[in-house]
T-cell receptor, first 113, second 113 residues
Framework: GNSVTQMEGPVTLSEEAFLTINCTYTATGYPSLFWYVQYPGEGLQLLLKATKADDKGSNKGFEATYRKETTSFHLEKGSVQVSDSAVYFCALGANGANSKLTFGKGITLSVRP | DGGITQSPKYLFRKEGQNVTLSCEQNLNHDAMYWYRQDPGQGLRLIYYSQIVNDFQKGDIAEGYSVSREKKESFPLTVTSAQKNPTAFYLC????????????FGEGSRLTVL
């Protein structure tokens, strides 16, 4: 079945540091890949997505590239801000209206001033 | 505004009582989902429904029940059979696009005393 593995957390960075959060996946076929963000006490919001190999999703300075050869979808940001402190989830979903999303365990990012 | 509304945001109940969490969406989405979130365990799928009057068990359905009598509503009942009900519950919906992402509500935090 499908699965998503995220790097262990939590991660603590200083403001303006470079961020990488690793995500690898196991899936049959060609799923879509997603990064969601959850701010304290809230639900999840879609941060970015990629629907096929070599696609790059980007939003709010975050980027992730769909790498089929390494089955990865690592999240990066060149300069983090305190407001980026949140929990980040990697997810995959098989294409098609009847599919479900499979989530990683999430990783907590704390950015200090 | 279009979106998903969960209520209540916080709920306290005594052991042995059934509790119903509300989820309403005005996005005209066919598919709706309930997830449970516990610290360090990511999101686990409880139940999902792809169409009115139909629903399927997810990975952790024991002790929960749902109904889908209307397209816009997907309430979750946490029964007394659920051994560890204290958690953060998230409702989501998904459009019919091939690569459609999930849209989440803000969550309901249930605490059983």
């Amino acid at each position: 079945g499908n699965s998503v593995t995220q790097m262990e957390g939590p991660v603590t960075l200083s403001e303006e540091a470079f961020l990488t959060i690793n995500c690898t996946y196991t899936a049959t076929g060609y799923p879509s890949l997603f990064w969601y963000v959850q701010y304290p006490g809230e639900g999840l919001q879609l941060l970015l997505k990629a629907t096929k190999a070599d696609d790059k999703g980007s939003n709010k300075g975050f980027e992730a590239t769909y790498r089929k050869e390494t089955t990865s979808f690592h999240l990066e940001k060149g300069s983090v801000q305190v407001s980026d402190s949140a929990v980040y989830f990697c997810a995959l979903g098989a294409n098609g209206a009847n599919s479900k999303l499979t989530f990683g365990k999430g990783i907590t990012l704390s950015v200090r001033p | 505004d279009g979106g998903i509304t969960q209520s209540p945001k916080y709920l306290f109940r005594k052991e042995g009582q059934n509790v119903t969490l509300s989820c309403e969406q005005n996005l005209n989405h066919d598919a709706m989902y309930w997830y449970r979130q516990d610290p360090g365990q990511g999101l686990r799928l409880i139940y999902y429904s792809q169409i009115v009057n139909d629903f399927q068990k997810g990975d952790i359905a024991e002790g929960y029940s749902v109904s889908r009598e209307k397209k816009e509503s997907f309430p979750l009942t946490v029964t007394s059979a659920q051994k560890n009900p204290t958690a953060f519950y998230l409702c989501a919906s998904r459009g019919t696009g091939v690569t459609g992402e999930l849209f989440f509500g803000e969550g309901s935090r249930l605490t059983v005393l």
